[in-house]
């Protein structure tokens, strides 16, 4: 591991520049290509990128259309706005036609920090994840992206890719196995494991390594595909240590930590417990200030550790 | 009302709050804002029927900020205009303030809808004139949209609705100041012909010097004896306005000044400000 700092959606940008030789891959714009680092392909591949303005429906649209032509669409905008402004084009025009457009949205979350609650996605997993045919992915630091964006390239069909606006430690390497559909562990542990997406998992291993110095040993899973899940992963960790954490800066309806409730309680019910927001908007302040004040820190996964071993032991 | 002297004071001291909040907060969108600042000044000090004590008040005149980014300008005029103290405005951007980022109707009464997503506010404005049509009441409705904006298929759906409903309590004062994020936007999403569009619409379209206080003065007045179609009063303003170094430049959309750039900003809007007062 590195302690490099950098955002994933430098690691969108740089990734469709190496992927770009691909004549296939073409890349949208919606009056935001330096925030979404598609000025990096627009500079190399002028002829190969659309600035589509502030229209986030028309683009789309087109996507889904040069994609029914055979092209590979990445549309790139913030989380905000794709798929929030647009659920009837990616729902029809994108994912009944299997078009394979891929969606690269950044600033997704609260960390998008002092823009404040209409530019904070908090529900874009739950809206992705609800539509057949979608994958969803949701990388956690800057190689991991990287990896993500080469994958959902190669494979068919339509893919969001939930990216984030500021700097982010490294939690993996240019050697870290990624695959999609594939969860991986980041830390054994044996009393609990705490499953967790995106900026959460360096949380996650925070709050891991303050367990482990309260003799709680904790399996920290870094669960970056959130569709389709990783099934035999999460019904593994189940059996093994008896109790989920799961973490995620999402509202706590329909992202990752309802992802894996699903297969847990068909499969396997063991007790867990969810790190997200609480059904509430956001607001402006610093990034950190914010997930302080939402409770999504390393401090809230430690007490919902706890408090799920609380609850295992009855 | 105020007069025009006392406006263009107005938009100075909105000119410098703009710099001093985006600064303070180490964000925020500066050009827009300066260059609308005589407009909020007209609006808030002659223009809008309102009442700062009681922003709930019925008959009072709606004013829908549909680009919401540019909001530092309206905070100004709003703390100006008495809805909340001057000092909270230092609160801009930070954790626990009403004044969000983007505005948040629930937190800062006065706000009239929240915005951020741009193109939402004048399907909101049109609902808001229908209902005042419906209840016979008198108050008009002003919406302020963005050139960039005009993006938005969205807002062409809410432009027909207006003239299907002879919607001509609805005033649109479109900021067209000729950027967007990614620079000119007759480049980046042609927009012209403007006044014909519209008019093929069916709007009343008049076109103003948006930095000119008495030209606005003018403008809104005659607003005020048209009747029978929405109208759009486009605001041909300078991004930036009033900061030599942000005039016209798209890379000051959403950027913060640096402090001593803030510093050299006030101190040019100071010299204007003396200006002002000599010839008032
Ligand atoms: C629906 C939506 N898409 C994208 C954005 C991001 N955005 C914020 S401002 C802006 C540029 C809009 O142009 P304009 O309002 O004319 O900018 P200004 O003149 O104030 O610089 C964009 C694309 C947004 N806020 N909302
Ligand atoms: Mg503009």
């Known amino acids: ?314 | 009302m105020e007069e025009v002297g006392h406006l263009k004071y107005r938009a100075n001291a909105i000119r410098q709050d703009i710099i001093k909040m985006i600064s303070n907060a180490g964000s925020g969108h500066p050009a827009g804002a300066l260059g609308m600042a005589d407009v909020f000044a007209v609006l808030y000090f002659h223009v809008l029927n309102h009442d700062p004590k009681n922003p709930s008040w019925e008959e009072r005149d709606r004013l829908i900020l549909s680009n919401g980014h540019i909001c530092a300008a309206r905070y100004s005029a709003m703390a100006h205009s008495g809805y909340f103290p001057i000092k909270e405005l230092k609160t801009f951007r930070k954790i626990d303030s009403r004044l969000q980022g983007h505005p948040s109707y629930e937190d800062l009464p006065g706000v009239e809808s929240s915005s951020g997503s741009l193109g939402q506010g004048l399907s909101i404005a049109v609902g808001m004139a229908l209902t005042a049509k419906l209840d016979n009441a008198n108050h008009k409705v002003y919406c302020i949209l963005s050139d960039g904006e005009l993006d938005e298929g969205s807002v062409w759906e809410s432009i027909n609705a207006a003239n299907k409903w002879n919607l001509d309590n609805l005033i649109v004062i479109l900021d067209r100041n000729n950027i967007q994020i990614s620079g000119d936007t007759e480049k980046v999403w042609p927009l012209n012909p403007l006044r014909k569009k519209f008019e093929a619409f069916n709007w009343e379209v008049l076109d103003v010097d948006g930095n000119d206080v008495m030209k606005l003065v003018g403008v809104f007045d005659r607003v005020n004896h048209l009747k029978g179609k929405p109208i759009i009063v486009i605001a041909n303003t300078v991004p930036g306005k009033g900061v030599s170094f942000m005039e016209n430049k798209a890379e000051w959309h959403g950027k913060p000044p640096a402090k001593d750039q803030a510093l050299y900003a006030l101190k040019e809007l100071s010299v204007k400000l003396r200006k002002i007062e000599d010839d008032f």
Do not use: W
């Not at chain 1, 000025?39 to 789309?60: I, S």
């Not at chain 1, 190669?154 to 969860?183: C, D, Q, S, W």
């Not at chain 1, 899940?229 to 189940?238: M, S």
């Open chain 1, 1 to 314: 591991m590195t302690s490099e700092q950098k955002a994933t959606r430098q690691g969108y940008g740089d990734a469709l520049l190496e992927i770009g030789e691909n004549e296939k891959i073409v890349v949208l714009s919606a009056d935001l290509s330096e925030s979404t680092k598609t000025n990096l392909f627009e500079e190399k591949y002028p002829k190969r990128f659309f600035q589509c303005g502030v229209a986030e429906q028309n683009m789309v649209g087109m996507a889904a259309g040069m994609a029914l032509s055979g092209k590979i669409p990445f549309v790139s905008t913030f989380a905000a706005f794709v798929p929030n402004r647009v659920l009837d084009q990616i729902r029809v025009s994108v994912c009944y036609n299997d078009a394979n457009v891929k969606f690269g949205s950044t600033h997704a979350g609260l960390t998008v920090g002092e823009d404040g609650a209409t530019h904070q996605a908090m529900e874009d997993i739950a809206v992705m994840r609800a539509l057949p045919r979608m994958t969803v992915i949701v990388p956690c630091d800057y190689e991991e992206t990287k990896k993500a964006v080469a994958q959902a390239a190669a494979i068919k069909g339509p893919v969001y890719l939930r990216l984030g606006r500021n700097k982010v430690r490294a939690m993996t390497n240019k050697e870290t196995p990624f695959h999609i559909g594939k969860a991986e562990t980041f830390k054994n542990g044996k009393d609990l494991t705490i499953i967790a997406c995106g900026v959460m998992v360096k949380e996650a291993m925070k709050a891991a390594a303050e367990l482990e110095r309260h003799n709680i040993s904790a399996e920290v899973v870094n669960c970056h595909t959130i569709k389709p899940i990783d099934k035999d992963k999460i019904l593994d960790c189940a059996k093994r240590t008896g109790a989920i954490v799961t973490a995620e800066e999402h509202q706590r309806y329909g992202g990752l930590g309802s992802a894996v409730a699903e297969v847990v309680v068909e499969n396997y019910p063991v007790p867990m417990e969810f790190i997200a927001m609480n059904d509430s908007f956001g607001e402006s302040g610093k990034p950190e200030e914010l997930l302080k004040k939402y409770h999504l820190t390393s401090d809230d996964i430690f007490s919902a550790a706890k408090q799920v071993l609380n609850r295992k032991k009855k």
